[in-house]
C-alpha cells in the first residue's frame, strides 16, 4: 500500500536510486521491467540516478544473463 501511494521528487537525482525508487512516471524499474532487474549486479542497486544516468553507467550495471526478455525490456527502458 505504502509503495503503490508513494514516489520520489527526482530533483538531481542525487538521493533517488536507479533501480528501487519509484522516479519513472511507470512506476519501480522493478515492477515494468522485472527480468532486466534481476539481471542487475546486487551491489549495484544502490546507484543514484544522478550516477546512473552519467555516461549511461546504468547499462554497466547489468550482468546476468541477457535473455530475450532481458533485452526486451532494456529496450524499453
Known amino acids: 500500500m505504502m509503495a503503490a501511494s508513494t514516489s520520489v521528487e ?3 537525482g542525487a538521493h533517488a536510486r536507479f533501480w528501487t525508487d519509484r522516479w519513472l512516471s511507470e512506476g519501480r524499474i522493478k515492477s515494468f521491467a522485472p527480468n532486466l532487474f534481476r539481471a542487475v549486479r546486487r551491489r549495484s542497486l ?17 550482468s ?8 526486451v525490456e532494456y529496450v524499453l527502458l
Do not use: K
Open 64 to 71: 546476468g544473463a541477457l535473455t530475450m526478455h532481458v533485452l
Open 46 to 62: 544502490s546507484a543514484s540516478v544522478r550516477d546512473a544516468v552519467a555516461r549511461r553507467a546504468w547499462v554497466r550495471h547489468i
Open 10 to 12: 527526482l530533483g538531481d
